[in-house]
């Protein structure tokens, strides 16, 4: 059952680019406990999802920046971006979460990959508090938008752009590259530039983890008005969620990864979340508790 949920409340913090992503490393780390000595024992980046598994047995997903990337142009540039390649196994889990704020496209991904799977290992080790975990359950089906509610999505989000298609539901989606989007999705194009205009116009905005990826969450949180609801998505946003809601997010949208090894083998063959959804992870709704 769809439920109306409460709008964003202005959050009197800073929204400096990497907040989010700092503020829940320095939680996690204040909270691992025995789990803090855990090392990484596999790391795979794929074409699309970039996944490592813990000693612990736990894993954790990101988005792969392919197009973020310009090392992979050739070999010595791209050694320079990866420099540990071969000498992650065994490396400390938490030292490597730290590369979730690195300048490097890939050592961030591997970071933020790693930073979810010590968020999954802090799940099963303690309850939640402060907010509900559920599985099976997408943020759109929890949330009630009347006739005529403006929706700004952030990124290419498909099954989104078919579910407010299907509704009816007046939206349009900021893109940084417009072929990312379908023929019948392009009336909806609003180029990135155009954020300052379009986000505050949200009465729901959907945020693709991938804003987490690239620096750019926090601005687009500045821009939100007090009123409207916003949804952060995507296995990259798979974490620890106090810091989105510190900044008024409504809720999050992640996956938990139920079998690192089978994710990981998927991610090797060129696989992406249609081919582990429901097999080796499952999607997870983050909502704050009143």
Excluded at 10 to 37: K, N, V, Y
Excluded at 144 to 153: F, K, P, S
Aim: glycine letters at 10%; one cysteine or more; hydrophobic letters at 45%.
């Amino acid at each position: 059952m769809s439920v109306a949920l409460a709008g964003r409340a202005r959050p009197d913090l800073p929204d400096a680019p990497d907040a989010i992503l700092g503020e829940t490393l320095s939680g996690l780390r204040a909270g691992l406990g025995p789990d803090a000595a855990a090392t990484v024992e596999r790391v795979v980046i794929g074409l699309f999802f970039t996944g490592v598994k813990l000693s612990n047995g736990h894993g954790g997903v990101c988005f792969t920046p392919v197009k973020a990337i310009p090392e992979a142009a050739c070999c010595p540039s791209s050694a320079r971006a990866m420099p540990t390649s071969g000498k992650l196994r065994g490396a400390s889990a938490s030292r490597l979460a730290e590369d979730a704020l690195s300048d490097s496209p890939i050592r961030r991904a591997v970071g933020i990959a790693t930073l979810n799977a010590l968020s999954n290992v802090r799940w099963a080790r303690e309850p939640p508090s402060g907010y509900t975990v559920r599985e099976g359950v997408d943020p759109l089906d929890e949330v009630d938008l009347e006739a005529g509610a403006y929706a700004v999505v952030v990124g290419a989000l498909v099954p989104y752009l078919k579910v407010l298609k299907r509704r009816g539901q007046p939206f349009c989606v900021l893109e940084k590259d417009p072929a990312t989007l379908k023929a019948d999705e392009l009336p909806f194009y609003a180029p990135a530039d155009r954020a300052t205009e379009v986000v505050p116009r949200a009465d729901l905005l959907i945020a693709t983890g991938t804003t987490l990826l690239n620096g750019t969450l926090e601005g687009l949180l500045s821009l939100v008005r007090p009123d409207a609801r916003v949804v952060v998505v995507g296995p990259t946003a798979s974490m620890l969620p106090g810091a989105f809601f510190r900044r008024g997010v409504t809720m999050v949208g992640g996956i938990r990864v139920t079998r690192p090894d089978e994710v990981l083998d998927v991610l090797s063959e060129g696989g992406s979340g249609y081919h582990f959804f429901g097999k080796s992870a499952e999607k997870v709704l983050l909502t704050a508790t009143a």
